[in-house]
């Protein structure tokens, strides 16, 4: 396992596979969801125990609106079950729960769910957990144009941290490993400003089958890397 100093501070998780996961198991899409959540607290906790502060997974991008009705309201459930559910037990342990993406869209019930959950952890630093639903890193970035121009802020005093001040969750930090399942490998529109300088590392699994034994591999692969930021 990587050394404590070589763990990436931030981790971005692409959880992909779910739906192919349960196909492959003759299960319902839906039952592919729920063991993919299931999953993720197992494989967040583990990363929090090697030394990672910040896991940001890419739930629900916009996109994905095109999906079934049946899925999208499953989704929707789901992420309020987590925020009433899960809130007490991740207040206790200390983590940070965040909500990066757009509110446009979304139910007062889930508008409610996940701000409560905020207000409620917002204090806690052990670690952070930031869960990209209803998400869209281009769309990201054109609305913390929009909130700069609201703002009246001249052109010639846009800059890189001004924009990053503006974006949804700017406490959340550059992401340093992102990990993607299932085989695909590109960022498919996932947290872009922050991903600049991300190191990648694509695995073959399917999300319900990427272990903890997975995550030591990517982050022993992680800590051999040499991260240059463009020197």
Not at 94 to 106: A, E, P, Q
Not at 113 to 137: D, H, L, P, W
Not at 157 to 174: E, F, G, R
Request: with cysteine.
């Amino acid at each position: 396992m990587a050394a404590k100093s070589n763990i990436p501070l931030h981790l971005g998780l692409i959880l992909d596979g779910n739906r192919r996961w349960a196909e492959a198991h003759n299960l319902p899409s839906l039952e592919g969801h729920r063991k993919g959540y299931e999953n993720l607290k197992t494989i967040v906790r583990a990363a929090m125990k090697r030394g990672v502060s910040c896991v940001s997974a890419y739930v629900f991008s916009t996109e994905n609106w095109e999906r079934s009705k049946e899925e999208r309201e499953y989704l929707m459930k789901l992420l309020v079950w987590v925020s009433k559910h899960e809130l007490g037990e991740l207040h206790k342990e200390g983590i940070r729960m965040r909500f990066v993406g757009s509110r446009d869209r979304l139910s007062n019930k889930v508008l409610d769910a996940v701000e409560r959950a905020e207000q409620k952890t917002k204090m806690n630093t052990r670690a952070t957990i930031a869960f990209c639903f209803n998400y869209s890193g281009q769309q990201e970035i054109a609305d913390a144009v929009k909130a700069i121009i609201r703002e009246g802020i001249p052109a010639d005093k846009v800059t890189s941290d001004v924009i990053a001040q503006h974006l949804y969750a700017p406490d959340v930090p550059p992401i340093d490993l992102i990990i993607r399942t299932s085989g695909e490998q590109r960022l498919s529109n996932f947290m872009l400003w922050r991903a600049a300088y991300s190191e990648l590392y694509f695995v073959d699994k399917l999300w319900p089958d990427f272990s903890k034994a997975d995550l030591d591999k990517a982050l022993d692969d992680y800590a051999k890397r040499e991260r240059r930021f463009g020197k």
